[in-house]
């Protein structure tokens, strides 16, 4: 499963992959549709780039069909990757440069303590059915995210050493941000959170009903946003057409309105080989997240079938197991509890991360195109990686050795506990995920030699979602990790026992070990420290903590590879999540092949 650090997404929180409303263009303007505002009235961002060709459809692919369209309650990847082109966020983290830039928010200041961002709004901005855009809009959205009612994930990143950041209008088109105190990297957080239409979702607020509203049965019309394009179909099962926004506001340097494509379709591919077969074949235009063995095979035909393939090094996804560190007292799982003596140990955890053949895992699940890994930062993550934390090789003896500590036990059989109980647990995997289920298989091979049995259970995506994160019916699985952005600030959710991505133990309300306690005080301390070298110091201990207590068992860190066919033009691709489609309002087909083909 992939999950989104600042949300919930690979198999959850995930992976990712993409009919024809067309506008007159006169002189390189586009002309307006009947309600669409003129375009000197809008405060239009100009976008640098190479100057597109308008028309034509573009087709990328989904590994599974979004769960919703609602931004509020999104988790999964695929939900997230469909909305980051129907929403915009006030302050964007630019992926390339991995730097904070302006969005609908145009310019901001900052008070002399750092707690007071003052941020000037775009002027004429509308949504993508035609209402207008304005503050309003702007404390609707922040007034739902930090309803703790709604439980949205958004929630913690906007929360300051425990407390709400207070949003205040003080004019149509100026927002005031107060900060409790001083926040580290304070522009980033306004990247995580979608505007919504007030005008849309004020009254299912009002009724309590927001984390219902856009699904899949909603009607496309009734979903509107500031991203590049709007809703135009969703057909369960099969695929996502969206089409051009006409009210976007922002355009090239020709003074052309963006995006440059009349739509953008989403297939919904589950397996993977079948996504190839369909990019070779010309179906598809754009494919992500591409497994090392489907890399290979598309490498060998570049030429012949008119694309190319890139690895573009680590990326900022990571494999883990985790156990199930629940508490299960209110739950009739008793097999499980009884488990859950050994998986509370740092001990066992440990003596499983020793046993585990990483670089088997590099080598056999993708074929070298990956990395080893024993901490919770990726070496793509140059500004905040802890380089100091070890990376022990394989070692049958230091596990056995960390077992025979607390009482486990073998001869020539199985491990024995304590209690003379064997050990085995099972784990589980996506279905649709063949790299996770060759981990798993990995896994599973190497606990043998200690004399531990496991099986590996792969379940669809769905069921596998609701064990893991409502009926707690599981012992391990194993996930994926994914962020949008490098710095610490969305790791929030993740290692600190409040927080809505804390997957281990999901439903922990407060630490339930001391060191859990340590990474709640470090994982907020930085977040207030402003001073790069303190605060690097400071997420270095979340590092070790993690690297030594293993809540999760960091395994790998994937390299980003990606296929894109030769008609499709200003495709710019990065380390960071949305690899392909990050700047998709500037993508388009060839001037000479602009007709699918």
Same mark, same amino acid.
């Given at each position: ?6 949300? /919930? ?76 082109? /129907? ?49 309003? +809009?702007?404390?609707? &959205? ?11 994930? =958004? ?86 057409? /969206? ?57 060998? +035909? ?133 790299? =996770? ?43 994926? /990790?994914? &962020? ?114």
């Amino acid at each position: 499963m992939k999950i989104s650090r600042r949300l /919930l997404a690979r198999n959850f929180v995930f992976l990712v992959c993409l009919c024809c409303s067309c506008f007159g263009v006169i002189h390189g303007i586009q002309a307006s549709p009947a309600h669409s505002p003129k375009q000197q009235d809008e405060d239009f961002l100009v976008l640098p780039g190479k100057i597109g060709t308008r028309g034509g459809r573009l087709v990328a692919s989904l590994r599974s069909e979004p769960k919703v369209l609602n931004p509020v309650t999104a988790l999964d990847l695929a939900s997230k990757e469909v909305n980051a082109l /129907l929403f915009a966020d006030l302050i964007h983290i630019n992926p390339a440069t991995q730097r904070t830039e302006p969005a609908l928010a145009k310019s901001w200041k900052v008070s002399p303590d750092g707690t007071r961002y003052t941020l000037e709004l775009r002027h004429g901005l509308r949504f993508s059915d035609g209402k207008p855009f304005d503050a309003d +809009d702007v404390l609707f &959205s922040f007034k739902v995210y930090l309803d703790e009612k709604v439980h949205s994930p =958004q929630r913690d990143l906007l929360l300051v050493n425990g407390k709400p950041i207070q949003v205040r209008k003080l004019g149509a088109y100026q927002v005031l941000f107060e900060l409790p105190e001083p926040y580290a990297a304070a522009e980033r957080i306004f990247d995580s959170v979608s505007i919504l239409p007030r005008h849309l979702l004020e009254q299912a607020y009002q009724k309590g009903e927001i984390t219902q509203v856009w699904n899949q049965s909603t009607n496309p019309e009734n979903i509107a946003g500031l991203g590049p394009f709007r809703l135009k179909a969703d057909v369960p099962g099969q695929q996502i057409v /969206l089409e051009r926004n006409p009210y976007y506001w922002k355009k090239d340097t020709a003074n052309t309105r963006l995006p440059y494509l009349d739509e953008l379709i989403f297939l919904v591919i589950p397996a993977p080989d079948a996504g190839v077969l369909r990019f070779q074949a010309g179906d598809i235009d754009l494919i992500d997240n591409l497994s090392a063995e489907n890399f290979a095979v598309l490498a060998q +035909d570049q030429s012949a079938k008119h694309y190319h393939v890139l690895d573009l090094g680590p990326g900022f996804e990571y494999d883990f197991l985790f156990f199930n560190l629940n508490d299960l007292s209110s739950k009739k799982l008793p097999a499980i509890q009884q488990k859950q003596e050994w998986f509370r140990r740092d001990e066992f955890r440990q003596a499983i991360s020793a046993a585990i053949d990483r670089e088997a895992i590099v080598h056999l699940v993708y074929q070298n195109h990956a990395t080893p890994l024993w901490g919770n930062v990726t070496p793509s993550n140059k500004f905040w990686i802890d380089t100091a934390l070890r990376h022990p090789p394989q070692s049958f003896e230091k596990a056995m050795s960390l077992l025979r500590s607390i009482g486990f036990s073998r001869k020539n059989g199985p491990l024995l506990d304590a209690h003379g109980v064997p050990v085995e647990f099972s784990i589980l995997v996506n279905a649709t995920n063949p790299r =996770q289920i060759k981990m798993a298989t990995i896994i599973q091979d190497d606990l043998k030699h200690i004399g531990i049995t496991v099986q590996v259970t792969a379940l669809e995506y769905g069921s596998l979602a609701a064990r893991v994160n409502e009926s707690f019916d599981y012992e391990a699985s194993i996930f994926g /990790l994914v &962020s949008p952005d490098a710095d610490p600030n969305p790791e929030i959710n993740v290692w600190t026992s409040s927080g809505g991505t804390h997957l281990w133990a999901f439903a922990e309300t407060k630490p339930l070990t001391a060191w859990q306690s340590e990474l709640d005080r470090l994982m907020l301390l930085q977040t207030t420290v402003l001073d790069y070298q303190k605060r690097k110091k400071i997420y270095d201990q979340v590092q070790e903590i993690v690297a030594q207590h293993d809540p999760v068992i960091c395994l790998v860190n994937p390299n980003v590879l990606v296929g894109v066919k030769d008609r499709v033009e200003g495709v710019r691709p990065v380390v960071m999540q949305h690899h392909l489609l990050w700047n998709a309002e500037q993508i388009f087909r060839a001037k000479s092949q602009t007709k699918p083909q």
